[in-house]
């Protein structure tokens, strides 16, 4: 909460990463809402972001199986 309350946001520091980033979320997300991080991908120098329609903030447990096939795939892509 100490964070939110004074603004915390790295945003500007996410360029210095370089390594492959995969950014998923959960567009009924209401913790971490999928604008939000969509805007960390966007920062994010070589990321990809999947947004799943209507999961929640719980989308690995609500849709595990869609989430490992696009990790596995995702980590395919890297290795080609």
């Not at 999961?55 to 690995?60: M, Q, Y």
Request: overall charge negative.
């Amino acid at each position: 909460m100490a964070a939110l309350e004074q603004r915390y946001d790295r945003l500007s520091d996410l360029d210095r990463i370089q390594s492959p980033c995969l950014v998923l979320s959960g567009a009924e997300d209401r913790h971490i809402i999928s604008k939000a991080s969509h805007e960390t991908a966007q920062s994010l120098k070589n990321s990809h972001w999947i947004c799943y329609p209507s999961a929640s903030h719980l989308f690995p447990w609500e849709i595990s199986s869609q989430m490992n096939q696009d990790i596995q795939a995702w980590l395919q892509d890297r290795r080609s």
